[in-house]
């Protein structure tokens, strides 16, 4: 009887250690893969078209900017739009550069 105790303890001790390791360990964090596809058009948060032809991606602190020309319909130079996301996939539009 004695030893059918001491097997079972044992057991629910392993048991017990099985089940809280796991939740102190911090594994690598991986960010979910999207694809950015070049040369396709995409809206902002607001459903408006990106402006942002020829652009260029910054990072500053957890924000990604996004400054790319924005012409008229007859391509003539406008502004310099700007958006911000922070996964590159969701664009928030902030203003336009005159």
């Known amino acids: 009887m004695r030893r059918t105790l001491h097997a079972l303890l044992r057991f629910l001790i392993a048991a017990c250690i099985g089940l809280i390791l796991p939740l102190g360990t911090s594994g690598k964090a991986e960010a979910a893969m999207i694809a950015v596809v070049n040369g396709t058009h995409f809206t902002d948060i607001a459903g408006q078209e990106v402006r942002g032809h ?45």
Do not use: A, C
């Open 54 to 98: 020829d652009g260029g991606v910054i990072k500053v602190g957890e924000y990604y900017y996004f400054f790319g020309e924005n012409h008229y319909s007859d391509y003539r130079f406008q502004s310099v739009s700007m958006y911000r996301s922070t996964d590159l996939q969701t664009w928030e539009f902030r203003n336009n550069v005159p």
